[in-house]
């Protein structure tokens, strides 16, 4: 693991950094088995929505469909880190992923950044990306525009292509990026797929992009360790009724600690 003096240096200076081999092998090797099968459920909906086109060979919202990615949410080696950056509590924003092939083009692999709004200084969301495979300069290793995070403007295609580098390590490894910063997806030149699952984290007090507590179960909250159960957002929902509304702190659906 590295040293908090390189985390932010890297951070605040190029907007990311690599922590190798972070995951344990068996969750990653059981992440690889259980992405396709994810695919397949989540093809189904693409298909059915008609979106289907940009969003071919890429999975979302994995929390709640197979249990290997709850592991790894729970083995996260790098919350210590997350807390740093957001200077305070975080919770799940969004557990994505993309398997990419030789033949697949999807929205990921054009340069974008994953915050709309530009939050400047304020940490309010924060990319990762667990690499399932080891990721190479030949199979789409993601494309990263160090110091991009420092400035609002998108550079022009050909500014990325001449300045990115790429976030080359092993599998098990994780990506971590401020999200302004400007990247890509790669093409992958192989004919070996490239897989990754990307958790995003944000201040608690943003929108989750999928209600990740209602849809595992409100009821199921007492069976998470306490630190799982406030990335889940299980500390930070949102009332509907006045019932739900009108308790005692402690069973709060918004805790008071959450920014
Ligand atoms: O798959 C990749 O290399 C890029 C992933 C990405 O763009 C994202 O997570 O926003």
């Known amino acids: 693991m590295i040293t908090t003096e390189v985390f932010d240096q890297c951070m605040a200076e190029k907007g990311w950094v690599i922590f190798e081999q972070a995951i344990h092998p068996a969750i990653v090797e059981q992440m690889r088995e259980d992405i396709h099968k994810a695919y397949i459920v989540c093809r189904d909906y693409q298909i059915k929505n008609g979106i289907d086109q940009d969003t071919s060979f890429t999975v979302h919202h994995l929390l709640g469909q197979f249990d290997s990615f709850l592991d790894c949410l729970q083995a996260y080696p790098i919350y210590g880190f997350i807390e740093r950056y957001f200077a305070g509590q975080f919770i799940l924003n969004s557990f994505g992923g993309a398997i990419n092939t030789r033949d697949s083009q999807s929205y990921a692999q054009r340069v974008h950044r994953d915050i709309r709004s530009y939050s400047g200084e304020m940490p309010l969301l924060l990319n990762t990306l667990v690499m399932l495979d080891d990721f190479t300069a030949d199979?789409?290793?993601?494309?990263?525009?160090?110091?991009?995070?420092?400035?609002?403007?998108?550079?022009?295609?050909?500014y990325f292509k001449a300045y990115a580098e790429q976030a080359i390590a092993p599998a098990g490894s994780i990506?971590?990026?401020?999200?302004?910063?400007?990247?890509?997806?790669?093409?992958?030149?192989?004919?070996?797929?490239?897989?990754?699952?990307?958790?995003?984290f944000s201040k608690p007090f943003m929108k989750q992009q999928f209600d990740y507590p209602r849809a595992i179960g409100y009821d199921r909250?007492?069976?998470?360790?306490?630190?799982?159960?406030?990335?889940?957002?299980?500390?930070?929902?949102?009332?509907?009724?006045?019932?739900?509304?009108?308790?005692?702190?402690?069973k709060r659906m918004y805790h008071s600690n959450q920014g």
């Open 139 to 158: 199979n789409g290793a993601t494309w990263m525009l160090s110091g991009s995070h420092k400035a609002e403007a998108k550079p022009d295609d050909e």
């Open 175 to 200: 990506l971590m990026f401020n999200s302004n910063v400007w990247h890509a997806g790669g093409s992958n030149l192989t004919d070996q797929v490239r897989r990754s699952v990307t958790p995003m």
């Open 221 to 250: 909250g007492a069976d998470f360790d306490a630190v799982l159960r406030q990335v889940i957002g299980y500390n930070s929902r949102v009332p509907a009724t006045l019932d739900e509304w009108y308790q005692p702190p402690a």
